[in-house]
């Protein structure tokens, strides 16, 4: 079981970003996967989770402007990001449940700034 995420990097703010995660040993029709953040001196928080059925749900931060997605065939997790905000800048971390067990990537930097 492994998440590896990736996609991070300096974006402007109102600008697009899309991330990824492998997920070697997950089946997603079976198994939720989800995003988190941590910004700077903050806690991890929850972003946007999407379930086995399809069913996406999202923070009220990021309603509108994320959306998490992903690829059954190839096991692999996105998050598209746009209009990004300065706010926005923190570590990004797949997590993906799986016999009642967490298991979360490495995470990703993603920086808004101009």
């Known amino acids: 079981v492994q998440l590896q995420a990736s996609g991070g990097g300096l974006v402007q703010p109102g600008g697009s970003l899309r991330l990824s995660c492998a997920a070697s040993?997950?089946?997603?029709?079976?198994?939720?996967m989800a995003w988190y953040r941590q910004a700077p001196g903050k806690e991890r928080e929850f972003v946007a989770r999407?379930?086995?059925?399809?069913?996406?749900n999202y923070a009220d931060s990021v309603e509108g402007r994320f959306t998490i997605s992903r690829d059954i065939r190839k096991k692999i997790l996105y998050l598209h990001m746009a209009d990004l905000k300065p706010d926005d800048t923190a570590v990004y971390y797949c997590?993906?449940?799986?016999?009642?067990?967490?298991?979360w990537g490495q995470g990703t930097l993603v920086t808004v700034s101009s």
């Open positions: 040993g997950f089946s997603f029709g079976v198994n939720a």
């Open positions: 999407i379930t086995p059925g399809g069913e996406a």
């Open positions: 997590k993906g449940n799986r016999g009642g067990y967490n298991y």
